[in-house]
């Protein structure tokens, strides 16, 4: 796991919690097909009564007969027809998380700046700060090469970045501090 995954993982915003996106029909039990009130409503012509009592349709002249293969394909192809199409299934739209005032609740008492050190907003969620760890996440973001050589450059570009990223995947993050 990716530590910006932990990080969106600590402040509730990781995609796997979200209800998956399913397709099919939205909780509308599709029509049982060997129900009559799904088949189509035909006109019946009684058949002749020929005195017996056999499952296979009479023709007029009392003769068994059995539907066609055409005719069978026919028939499928009208259930097909009639059946209501799948609803596809909209995407839940991601609940904003309000960092904010979850990250001052656990700053509390503790004297720690979340909102201008990135080693403190690590400390908080009670992930790994050390520079190597630091180092390992602005890679993982696409930190500049020339941020990679000066710490303190490194840090305040990785500040803003984890909250911009926050951001984008639906924690609240006032406006002065992703500029």
Not at 44 to 72: F, I, L, M
Request: net charge positive; glycine share 6%; aromatic share 2%.
């Amino acid at each position: 796991m990716s530590i910006f995954s932990k990080i969106l993982d600590k402040l509730g915003l990781r995609k796997e919690h979200e209800q998956p996106a399913t397709t099919g029909t939205t909780g509308v039990r599709s029509p049982n097909p060997t129900s009559t009130a799904s088949k189509p409503a035909t006109t019946t012509h009684p058949a002749p009564n020929t005195g017996t009592s056999g499952s296979a349709p009479t023709s007029e002249k009392g003769v068994r007969t059995t539907p066609s293969a055409a005719d069978r394909r026919q028939r499928d192809d009208v259930a097909v027809k009639e059946e209501p199409a799948p609803v596809p299934a909209v995407p839940k739209a991601m609940s904003q998380v309000d960092v904010t005032k979850m990250l001052e609740q656990k700053a509390k008492g503790t004297g720690l700046n979340w909102k201008q050190s990135i080693s403190d907003l690590l400390f908080l969620l009670d992930i790994d700060n050390s520079r190597k760890a630091r180092t390992e996440l602005a890679k993982e973001l696409g930190a500049p090469a020339d941020m990679m050589t000066d710490s303190a450059r490194m840090n305040t570009w990785l500040h803003k970045t984890v909250l911009r990223k926050i951001a984008e995947n639906g924690g609240n993050i006032p406006l002065d501090l992703l500029d």
